[in-house]
């Protein structure tokens, strides 16, 4: 039995990110309970030399809508990275969720030996589709995911693994 490309890919980056959409309302519900000015969240990072929430959250959404683009053979949509909002960053998960729905198995399927070529610390890389999407994006999403969350759960938002999976 072979992985199916699109299985490993689109609906897994939907639905991780329509829980971090849930992680961003938890958040900006516990600023407003504890009095906190939405930016602490939002400029907040884990270590001075990490990006700050808005820029993970800016970050993930570029290798969900990323991804599948390359696999498929589409351009890759580009977004201006100028959210300052829990709100906007918000509408910027559920624009790449929408984006997400576009692709269908047979766009994405079949892909694991198309060639992909990208920019990698700086350098032009090639990589097969299977190696790109497993080695790649999917490391790099969650990283940027996790690390969202992490930020946030360090700075006391009560959230927990069900919140982070989407199950609650």
């Known amino acids: 039995m072979t992985i199916s490309m699109y299985e ?35 400029t907040a990072r884990l270590a001075p030399d990490m990006f700050a929430l808005t820029r993970q959250v800016q970050i993930a959404t570029d290798h969900a809508k990323g991804a599948p683009s390359r696999l498929a053979g589409r351009e890759v949509p580009k977004y201006e990275d100028n959210e300052a909002s829990f709100a906007e960053l918000e509408a910027r998960i559920a624009k790449t969720v929408a984006y997400l729905a ?10 694991d030996d198309r060639m992909i070529e990208l920019k990698l610390a700086g350098r032009e ?44």
């Open 8 to 42: 490993a890919s689109v609906p897994v980056f939907s639905a991780r990110l329509k829980a971090l959409s849930s992680v961003l309302a938890a958040a900006e519900q516990n600023a407003l309970d504890r009095k906190i000015d939405p930016q602490v969240f939002l």
């Open 102 to 111: 576009t692709f269908s198995a047979v766009d994405i399927d079949g892909s």
């Open 125 to 168: 890389t090639t990589l097969r589709g299977m190696q790109y999407l497993l080695h790649v994006a999917m490391p790099n999403f969650y990283f940027h995911l996790t690390t969202a969350y992490d930020i946030l759960r360090h700075n006391g938002v009560p959230l927990g693994k069900a919140t982070f999976l989407g199950s609650r």
